[in-house]
């Protein structure tokens, strides 16, 4: 069973960078896609992104695409977000998942607390 925790989230100003990071406990990392998630107060979990095992496919939501991008190093059992060109629309909290690569939540079997990641205007 591979546990999660993400990292790295706070508050930027609208045009500010973060970087998130999704540790993982446990042997089997390298085995699972990474997707991360979002979900703002009042409204549905959103798909940001996934990486598959390998780091050899990506996909993106498409309001993330050419702001975020997902990489992981398997070496040390991370992945991570890094988020550009931020907007007070991107305010939310930031979840990672292990599991199959796939835009579903429903496809992801391990879940990180998450991380509040706030944009200012």
């Known amino acids: 069973q591979v546990q999660l925790v993400e990292s790295g989230g706070g508050l930027v100003q609208t045009g500010g960078s973060l970087r998130l990071s999704c540790a993982a406990s446990?042997?089997?990392?390298?085995?699972?896609?990474i997707g991360w998630f979002r979900q703002a107060p009042g409204k549905e979990r959103e798909f940001v992104g996934s990486i598959s095992w390998n780091g050899g496919y990506l996909h993106y939501g498409d309001s993330m695409k050419g702001r975020f991008t997902i990489s992981r190093d398997n070496a040390k059992n991370t992945a991570y977000l890094q988020m550009n060109s931020l907007k007070p629309e991107d305010t939310a909290v930031y979840s990672c998942?292990?599991?199959?690569?796939?835009?579903?939540?429903?496809?992801?079997?391990?879940w990180g607390q998450g991380t509040q990641v706030t944009v200012s205007s």
């Open positions: 998942a292990a599991g199959s690569y796939s835009r579903r939540p429903r496809d992801y079997y391990a």
């Open positions: 446990g042997r089997t990392f390298s085995r699972y896609a």
